[in-house]
C-alpha cells in the first residue's frame, strides 16, 4: 500500500504537469509564432480536446485490462509527444506532437482515480485529498520552476524536461503486478446496493453538467492567467508563471483541507459553498487592476477550484459504481474535459473581440448557471447527504 501510494502521488505531480505546460510557455509560443489569442484558444481545445475523447477509451479499458499497463503506455505517449514537440519549427508540426502527447496524458485519471479509490477502505476524502494534493504540487512546479527555467532555456526546452520523468514512471507502472480488477467489479456491485436513494437520471445529469459549466469558467481563465498577467500587467514571462503559481498554491492548502472536513462533513454543502464562491471570484478577478488584489484572487480561485476535487471524486464513485470505476472516472474526464477543451477557444476568439478583462467578465456567467444547476440538484434529492 505504502508503495502505491508513493507511486500515485508521484505520478499524478508529473501528469498534471503535462496539463498546464503549455499555458506556462504558451505566451513565448505566441511571440514566436506570431499567432493571436484564437490561435492560443485553438492549440488549447485541440489538446484538451484529445483528452477528452481518449479518456472515456481508456476508462472503458481500464475496467477490461491491467489499468497499470494502460497508465504505463501513456508515459511513454506523453514522453515521446513532448520530446517531439520540443523538436517543433512550424505551428503545424507543433499541434499534432502536442496531440500525440495529449493521448497520453488521456490514459491517466480514469485508471489512476478507480486504482485509488480500490485502495480507499477508509477516510476516502483525506486520501483523495493527499492524491489531489500532490497533483497540485507538480503543476505548481510548472510555474514557479518552469517559470525560472524560462529566463535559462526557450520553451522547446521546458517541453524536453516535460518529457524525462515519464519513461521512468512508465518503467515502474510496467514492473507492478497487474491488479486484481475482478474484485473491484464486485466491490461496485456491493457499493451500488448501499448508495441512497435517488440518483435518479436528472441528478446525475444535473450533476455532470454543473460541473462542467464550473469547469469550463475556471479553465479557461487558468490557462490564460499567464497571458493575462503578461498582458495586462506588463509583467516579463517568468514572473506571470510565478503570479499563476498562487492558483495552485491555494489548491494544495483548500485540497488537503476540503479533503480531510469531506470525511466528517456533509458533502452537498461542501460542493454547494466551494462552488458558489467561483462566480464572484471571477467577477473581481475581471474588474480588479491591482496587481496584489490579482494575486489574491487567484490564489483563491484555485483554492475553491481545486478544494472541490476530493469530495467530487467520491460523488462520482458512488453515483456511477454500476458501470465500473474506470468507465465512471473515465465518462467524468471525459465530460469535463470535452467542456474544457471548448473553453479556452471560446475565451480566445471572445478575447480577440473584446479584451482580456471583458472576456472573463463573461466567463462568470458559466459559473454561476453551474452553481444553479447544483442547487437544484440539492433540491431535488431525497436526502441532502448522498454519503453511502
Known sequence: MKNFTALSHASHAVNDIYWFVIPSVLPVILDEFHLGYSWAGGILTSFLLTIAVFSLLFGHFS??????????????????GFFLSGLSHTESTLI????????????????????????????????????EFWGVVGIL?????????????????????????????????????TPNQTNSRSSD?????????????????????????????????VNFAPTYLVREFDLPVAIANYGTGFIFLGGMIFTLTFGILS????????????????????????????????????????????????VQNIYVSTLTSS??????????????????????????VLADFTNLRTAILWYTLPA????????????????????S
Not at 491491467?66 to 515521446?80: P, T
Not at 448557471?369 to 441532502?384: N, T
Open 368 to 387: 454561476l448557471s453551474g452553481w444553479l444547476l447544483l442547487l437544484i440538484m440539492a433540491r431535488l434529492m431525497k436526502k441532502p447527504n448522498m454519503n
Open 323 to 348: 458501470i465500473g470505476k474506470g468507465m465512471g472516472f473515465g465518462f467524468l474526464m471525459g465530460f469535463m474535459t470535452l467542456t474544457n477543451a471548448f473553453g479556452p477557444g471560446l475565451f480566445g
Open 263 to 310: 470525511d466528517h462533513y456533509n458533502h452537498l454543502i461542501i460542493l454547494l459553498f466551494l462552488s458558489g464562491m467561483i462566480p464572484p471570484i471571477i467577477f473581481f478577478l475581471a474588474i480588479s487592476h491591482q496587481l496584489f488584489m490579482v494575486y489574491i484572487l487567484l490564489f483563491l480561485l484555485g483554492g475553491f477550484w481545486l478544494g472541490f476535487s476530493p
Open 189 to 221: 456491485l456491493t457499493q451500488r446496493t448501499k448508495t441512497t436513494p435517488g440518483f435518479s437520471l436528472k441528478i446525475l445529469s444535473l450533476f455532470f453538467i454543473g460541473l462542467s459549466l464550473r469547469i469550463l469558467s475556471i479553465t479557461a481563465i
Open 96 to 131: 499534432v506532437t502536442l496531440l500525440l502527447a495529449a493521448v497520453g496524458v488521456s490514459t491517466y485519471h480514469p485508471s489512476m482515480y478507480a486504482a485509488v479509490d480500490e485502495n480507499a477502505k477508509i477516510k476516502k476524502g483525506k486520501i483523495y485529498g493527499f492524491f
Open 63 to 80: 475496467d477490461r485490462f491491467s489499468r497499470y499497463s494502460i497508465i504505463s503506455l501513456g508515459f511513454i505517449l506523453a514522453s515521446i
Open 141 to 177: 512546479g510548472v510555474f514557479f520552476l518552469f517559470g525560472s527555467l524560462l529566463q535559462m532555456v526557450d520553451w522547446r526546452g521546458i517541453f524536453f524536461l516535460t518529457a524525462i520523468p515519464g519513461v521512468w514512471l512508465a518503467f515502474l507502472f510496467i514492473r507492478r503486478p
